[in-house]
Nanobody, 125 residues
Framework: QAQVVESGGGLVEAGGSLRLSCIDS????????VGWFRQAPGKEREGVSC????????WYEDSVKGRFTASRDKAKNAAYLQMNSLKPEDTAMYYC??????????????????WGQGTQVTVSS
């Protein structure tokens, strides 16, 4: 059963900003890097960002570099994604989960990731 809750999504115009939040009640974040993933209709889920366990290093999918900033608050078991200069192609359901950054790809860290309900981001042109 999912133990993460994502929030902060919404409808914004292109060029706008949103800040997503994720709270983990299952304490999975304690032991892993934490990432954001997104899935657009008809497309596979893709990794967007991954912040290291220490919070000192972050990796990003190429299309969001320079626009998105990921962070975490270990004391709150929380993760955040600040999204600026949003584009219509950023429209998707966004999820957070433990992550790994391997060979330029961001993937779920756990073989059996329990996904939350996600938060919808819609960017109008």
């Amino acid at each position: 059963q999912a133990q993460v809750v994502e929030s902060g999504g919404g409808l914004v115009e292109a060029g706008g900003s949103l800040r997503l939040s994720c709270i983990d009640s299952g304490l999975t974040f304690d032991n892993y890097a934490v990432g954001w993933f997104r899935q657009a209709p008809g497309k596979e889920r893709e990794g967007v960002s991954c912040v290291s366990w220490s919070g000192n290093t972050a990796w990003y999918e190429d299309s969001v570099k320079g626009r998105f900033t990921a962070s975490r608050d270990k004391a709150k078991n929380a993760a955040y994604l600040q999204m600026n200069s949003l584009k219509p192609e950023d429209t998707a359901m966004y999820y957070c989960a433990a992550c790994s950054a391997i060979g330029g790809s961001i993937i779920p860290a756990l073989a059996h990731t329990s996904w939350g309900q996600g938060t919808q981001v819609t960017v109008s042109s």
